[in-house]
């Protein structure tokens, strides 16, 4: 063999196992991972009570244990300060990246302070981390357009939008926990598309209850959601008929339809209002299918447990995580950059296609 080719040939073949080994460290976790093993991941979820969170946390374990990272998914109960000792337990263990969807989103200051003096990263999963400079990125949904999207089922719905009808007709509003930060966006998003009607008198609050403070559910607790609308309905619904509620999630749509049926609404006498939603959870799309909780809005968890793997792979790996908005989430402290994904309205004339074509609901489920 004539020597330069055969030299060639050994330096190639000497590269070989160099190449394998460092393709084999970013597959595995072993990025950031020191000499110990592979990197261990903190995931940090809010609650099981709304089965979104546990699709979210699922999705997220798979995305990186299938890339040889460790995880650790935890779930807080709805409680702010379980949630704080889980991640504090996180940081000691020695996790180099945590993924938090928060509960109250500015509670977290001090032990966002501790990881980022022990060099973890963070990335705010789906709500925004607030009053914090230790936040590295933002993974979540077009939030506004949430809010836009349920409001416009609403206009829709009853035949405002295309001018078929004027009203007037009642609505009643509600929206999210108001420590959470999607809670404003969704409900602005909701308010631009629903203030212009409100205006011209085609759509008339019968509880007089608008602002934010007044329809805020606090950590979107079904149970106080319901005992407002009852409490509203029997002071200002005696003499008329609700026709719309903006509901902010589809556990609080479900808990108000429940009430609604309580006071007699279900009827051919007296329909339930146009009931909107998110997160499309299974008993959702089967009260719409049913024709009772008008529409949800799918965020497909799956695509956000992958950009947020994208991220903090990338994050792990020294390298730059994707974004596509570097100018909406200001979290008090800094503009986190973020990247933000569609939602996408689903009634009962596109369920099929939307959730079940796309494999984000067994059809079997739904029976
Ligand atoms: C929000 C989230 C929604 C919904 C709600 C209640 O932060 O963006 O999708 O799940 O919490 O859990």
Redesign the pocket.
């Known amino acids: 063999m004539h020597s330069a080719r055969a030299a060639r040939l050994r330096t190639t073949a000497a590269l070989i196992p160099v190449v394998a080994i460092v393709a084999g460290a970013t597959a595995c976790g072993g990025s950031g991972s020191g000499s110990s093993g592979p990197a261990t991941v903190g995931i940090a979820m809010p609650t099981k009570v709304?089965q979104?969170w546990i699709a979210d946390g699922n999705s997220l374990v798979k995305q990186f244990q299938a890339k040889g990272y460790k995880t650790d998914l935890k779930y807080a109960d709805n409680s702010a300060d379980t949630q704080a000792d889980q991640i504090r337990t996180m940081i000691n263990n020695g996790d180099k990246l945590l993924i938090i969807a928060s509960i109250d989103g500015s509670g977290l200051g001090d032990v966002l302070v501790n990881a980022r003096q022990k060099g973890i990263k963070v990335i705010s999963y789906?709500?925004l981390l607030l009053a914090s400079n230790d936040v590295d990125y933002y993974a979540t949904f077009d939030n506004f357009k949430v809010g836009e999207l349920q409001a416009d089922a609403i206009v829709q719905k009853l035949g405002l939008k295309d001018g078929s009808t004027t009203g007037p007709y009642t609505i009643e509003l509600f929206a999210?926990s108001p420590d959470?930060n999607?809670t404003q966006y969704f409900f602005n998003g909701a308010m631009k598309v629903l203030q212009p009607y409100i205006d011209k008198k085609q759509l008339v609050i019968g509880s007089g209850q608008k602002r934010i403070t007044q329809v805020a559910t606090l950590r979107?607790d079904v149970t106080y959601a319901a005992q407002r609308l009852a409490l509203i309905l029997k002071e200002n619904y005696a003499n008329q008929h609700l026709d719309a509620v903006l509901a902010p999630?589809d556990g609080i749509s479900r808990s108000l339809i429940q009430t609604l049926k309580n006071d007699g609404y279900g009827t051919a006498a007296k329909p339930l209002p146009v009931v909107t939603g998110?997160?499309a959870e299974v008993d959702s799309v089967k009260s719409i299918i049913k024709g009772e909780q008008t529409e949800t809005v799918y965020?497909d968890t799956r695509k956000l447990a992958k950009v947020t793997f994208e991220m903090g792979n990338a994050l792990l790996s020294g390298k730059k995580p994707p974004v596509n908005d570097t100018k909406t989430y200001d979290n008090g402290n800094k503009i986190v950059p973020a990247y933000l994904l569609q939602p996408v309205s689903v009634e009962k004339s596109n369920y099929k296609k939307e959730l079940i074509d796309s494999g984000y609901i067994k059809a079997s489920d739904l029976k």
């Open positions: 709304s979104r789906d709500r999210g959470d999607n979107w999630y998110q997160d965020k």
